[in-house]
């Protein structure tokens, strides 16, 4: 996916909000999707690489927490 269309997913919906013509619309909709779930896709990524990186510290957080 381009980088600039999963940066300016805000400018999509800018457009869609805007769009009268269905055929058009349909279209910025799906990539706004696109953009979107590849946003997601970097985040959850992240958090798991996050995660697997400090397994001992969760341990130790549901130690204290008493889990």
Do not use: H, V
Request: charged share 45%; net charge negative.
């Amino acid at each position: 996916m381009d980088e600039d269309r999963a940066e300016d997913w805000r400018e999509l919906c800018k457009k869609a909000a805007n769009e009268l013509d269905p055929a058009k619309l349909m279209a910025l909709i799906a990539e706004l999707t696109r953009a979107l779930d590849e946003r997601d896709k970097k985040r959850n990524s992240a958090q798991e690489k996050a995660e697997d990186e400090a397994p001992g510290e969760r341990s130790l957080l549901r130690l204290l927490s008493g889990g």
